[in-house]
T-cell receptor, first 114, second 119 residues
Framework: AQSVTQPDIHITVSEGASLELRCNYSYGATPYLFWYVQSPGQGLQLLLK??????LVQGIKGFEAEFKRSQSSFNLRKPSVHWSDAAEYFCAVGAQEYGNKLVFGAGTILRVKS | DTGVSQNPRHKITKRGQNVTFRCDPI?????LYWYRQTLGQGPEFLTY????????KSRLLSDRFSAERPKGSFSTLEIQRTEQGDSAMYLC?????????????????FGPGTRLTVT
C-alpha cells in the first residue's frame, strides 16, 4: 500500500538558518508530490508540487523541493528561515492508480528560535 | 477567488447527536474532497465528488457518515449518532479536473476546516 513517511516529528532551527524537512514515499509508480503548510487551527496551504520534468521545484515563500526517484524522497528546503515559517508541514502523494485521493505524511512541526 | 470555505468552524456536540458540516469549494472547481485530521496526524481521505457524483469512498467512512453534493456546488458531510472517536478536524478541498484528467486534479486547495468535539 502507498505510504508517506516524514521521519522528523519536530524540528527546531534558528531564524536565518537553513532548513530541510524530509519526506519519503512508497508508491508503485511515478507519484505526484506535494508539500503543504498548516498554521495552528487553520487549513492547509499548498507550498509546491511536482508532477514531472525538472526534479527541483520552486514554491511560494522561498521554499523549494527536490524529487529523487532513486531515494524515493521529496525533501523540502529553505535557505534562510523566518520566524513566520513556524508551522506544521505535510508531505503528500497522489497517483493515478490509487484514485483521486492524496495520501499525507504525519507532518513535521517546525519551531523557529530567535 | 474567495477560496474554499467551511461552516461551522467549530462544533461541540454530545455523543449520540447528529451533526452536519458544509463546504463551499472554489467556484470553478468541479472536484470536491473530504478529509479527516486527528491530532498529531496528517489528513486522511474520506470521500470525493466530481460534480454531483460521489465517485470514491474510504473505508474510514462508516455507515454513520454521509456526504452529498446535490447540485455540484457546495457539499455537506453528516455524521449520525456521533461518537467520541469522531472528534477531529474535518477538512474540505477542491480541485479542477485539469486536462484529460491529468495530474492537475491532484492539486487540491483546502478550506480552514471544521473542528468537531464530541463530549
Amino acid at each position: 500500500a502507498q505510504s508517506v513517511t516524514q521521519p522528523d516529528i519536530h524540528i527546531t532551527v534558528s531564524e536565518g538558518a537553513s532548513l530541510e524537512l524530509r519526506c519519503n514515499y512508497s508508491y508503485g509508480a511515478t507519484p505526484y508530490l506535494f508539500w503543504y503548510v498548516q498554521s495552528p487551527g487553520q487549513g492547509l496551504q499548498l507550498l509546491l508540487k511536482y508532477f514531472s520534468g525538472d526534479t527541483l521545484v520552486q514554491g511560494i515563500k522561498g521554499f523549494e523541493a527536490e524529487f529523487k526517484r532513486s531515494q524515493s524522497s521529496f525533501n523540502l528546503r529553505k535557505p534562510s528561515v523566518h520566524w513566520s515559517d513556524a508551522a506544521e508541514y505535510f508531505c503528500a502523494v497522489g497517483a493515478q492508480e490509487y484514485g483521486n485521493k492524496l495520501v499525507f505524511g504525519a507532518g513535521t512541526i517546525l519551531r523557529v528560535k530567535s | 477567488d474567495t477560496g474554499v470555505s467551511q461552516n461551522p468552524r467549530h462544533k461541540i456536540t454530545k455523543r449520540g447527536q447528529n451533526v452536519t458540516f458544509r463546504c463551499d469549494p472554489i467556484s470553478e472547481h468541479n472536484r470536491l474532497y473530504w478529509y479527516r485530521q486527528t491530532l498529531g496526524q496528517g489528513p486522511e481521505f474520506l470521500t470525493y465528488f466530481q460534480n454531483e457524483a460521489q465517485l470514491e469512498k474510504s473505508r474510514l467512512l462508516s455507515d454513520r457518515f454521509s456526504a452529498e453534493r446535490p447540485k455540484g456546488s457546495f457539499s455537506t458531510l453528516e455524521i449520525q449518532r456521533t461518537e467520541q472517536g469522531d472528534s477531529a478536524m474535518y477538512l474540505c478541498a477542491s480541485s479542477s479536473k485539469g486536462l484529460a484528467g491529468g495530474p492537475m486534479k491532484y492539486e487540491q486547495y483546502f478550506g480552514p476546516g471544521t473542528r468537531l468535539t464530541v463530549t
